[in-house]
């Protein structure tokens, strides 16, 4: 019997919770706190307890630094300075991140009820408290804070993602396709105020002829859920006309199906290029002149010097070789002129 008893024990320290829990017990009963301390080592290696007997004393335990130091609280709801709702609602002000468990001697379903909407985490009747229950409470809100800072800490890098970003973005309703918001970027390039943003549609910022373009990129999008990317033309609130290059993509945005937009103003782009593809056409003929115009009256004067050199050409002939020799180095300069021409010109 000594032998099984021990086996167990050894189980029971095997697998106790190794983490490091630190925990606030708020409770002016020595007992209930001892009872507690006993529930907790049951399922915790080194739980790191703490005891205030009173509000007070909790206050000054949570304000002891910037940052609540504390995995959990556990309350109880009758003490000697404070108690009830107004505990409640005193202890969630020093920290509202922190898990509280209610640990009451009363069951009254409704103030249970109640209190969970006042930002407690959990309320356990002490007549029907266990160690596993008592231990499952901490971990499961221990772990539900986890899980909320990690959806807020997600929530506050998209926001600086999306409003911080130098390049204009929006969100729109997926049915009304009315704007849903707008960063800076997209107010300062575009012109219009938040509040014009927010009581338009985003069809209204393109040319009447783009919106059944619109409309067919998006449905193509919810089809395959998949992003959408490419170029389209958009109208600034002053009426100028500007191309863009668009990347979208399907969200939630407060329980709302949404499409968030990135856009980036290529107009200029599309200007340079034209410009280049223009060089390019001008130096293509340049080359085609250089190859063959210029080829032709070089030609024709290398022909001319060769009939200089017949012994029996006259001097009539010698004239008219001439004549024909200034034509064609003057044909010759023109066509420099005009390569020189169409070179500035590039």
């Excluded at 925990?23 to 080592?41: H, R, S, T």
Aim: charged share 25%; aromatic share 8%.
């Amino acid at each position: 019997m000594d032998q099984h008893c021990s086996t167990t024990n050894l189980q029971a320290i095997v697998y106790k919770d190794q983490k490091k829990y630190r925990i606030l017990v708020i409770e002016d009963n020595p007992g209930d706190f001892a009872l507690i301390q006993d529930y907790l080592q049951e399922y915790i290696a080194t739980p790191d307890i703490l005891q205030a007997k009173s509000f007070k004393e909790a206050e000054t335990c949570l304000c002891a630094t910037v940052e609540c130091p504390y995995d959990v609280v556990l309350l109880d709801l009758s003490l000697p300075d404070v108690s009830g709702e107004r505990l409640i609602n005193d202890l969630v002000a020093l920290d509202p991140g922190c898990p509280v468990i209610i640990l009451s001697g009363y069951s009254d379903f409704e103030f249970s009820v109640r209190s969970l909407s006042m930002g407690i985490a959990d309320y356990l009747i002490k007549d029907e408290l266990s160690p596993s229950i008592l231990y499952k409470s901490l971990v499961y809100n221990i772990e539900r804070k986890r899980i909320r800072q990690d959806l807020e800490e997600s929530k506050r890098r998209y926001s600086n993602l999306f409003h911080l970003s130098p390049q204009p973005m929006w969100v729109f309703d997926l049915e009304t396709f009315q704007f849903l918001d707008v960063n800076e970027a997209a107010l300062n390039h575009y012109g219009y105020s938040k509040e014009e943003f927010i009581s338009m549609s985003i069809k209204e910022i393109r040319p009447a002829d783009e919106v059944a373009k619109l409309e067919n990129h998006i449905q193509s999008s919810i089809l395959t859920q998949k992003p959408f990317y490419g170029m389209a033309k958009h109208r600034k609130k002053n009426g100028e006309i500007i191309n863009v290059e668009v990347k979208t993509n399907l969200i939630q945005f407060k329980d709302r199906k949404a499409v968030l937009v990135l856009c980036s103003d290529i107009t200029e782009r599309l200007k340079y290029i034209k410009t280049i593809e223009k060089q390019n056409q001008q130096i293509k003929e340049i080359a085609w002149i250089q190859s063959h115009v210029v080829r032709a009256p070089i030609a024709r004067l290398m022909g001319l010097v060769n009939l200089i050199d017949l012994e029996k050409a006259t001097d009539t002939d010698h004239k008219n070789l001439l004549s024909h020799i200034m034509d064609s180095a003057n044909e010759l300069d023109q066509i420099v002129r005009d390569i020189n021409t169409r070179t500035k010109e590039v």
